[in-house]
């Protein structure tokens, strides 16, 4: 009995003691839980915010890769365009060419006509 009663005091003692550290730390607990939860909430909407910036910069770029790729269809088409003409350009200098080098051939045929002419005598 004594001894029943001795640890029911120690016991009384002991939670008297450590009753005040308990709820402070209760406290303390119940603080950092509510930080944490608050933080949590701005996490997930700086995370949204971010996801619709990020949603919205790749709709840019989709836009400009659209837009780039209709300038490059552009550009090609004028570089075949621009083919083409140098083409055409290319036979105008070669049938020039050929026609020098055949105004050349008809004064050396004149020339030996001339030349034969005058041996012949007439």
């Known amino acids: 009995m004594i001894k029943e009663f001795f640890k029911r005091i120690i016991v009384e003692v002991i ?6 550290s308990l709820i402070a730390l209760e406290k303390e607990i119940a603080n950092l839980r ?11 909407a700086e995370m949204a915010n971010l ?3 990020v949603k919205g910069e790749i709709a840019n770029l ?11 269809k552009e550009i090609k088409e004028d570089i075949r365009h621009l083919n ?4 055409d350009l290319y036979k105008v200098v070669v049938r020039r ?3 020098y080098s055949l105004e050349e051939d008809v004064k050396m045929i004149r020339s030996d006509v001339e030349l034969l002419k005058r041996r012949v005598g007439i």
């Open 34 to 44: 509510s930080e944490v939860k608050d933080e949590i909430v701005n996490l997930r």
């Open 15 to 20: 939670k008297e003691l450590i009753s005040p």
């Open 97 to 99: 060419e050929e026609h």
């Open 62 to 72: 989709r836009s400009e890769i659209t837009n780039l790729r209709s300038e490059i």
């Open 84 to 87: 083409r003409r140098l083409d």
């Open 51 to 53: 996801r619709e910036e």
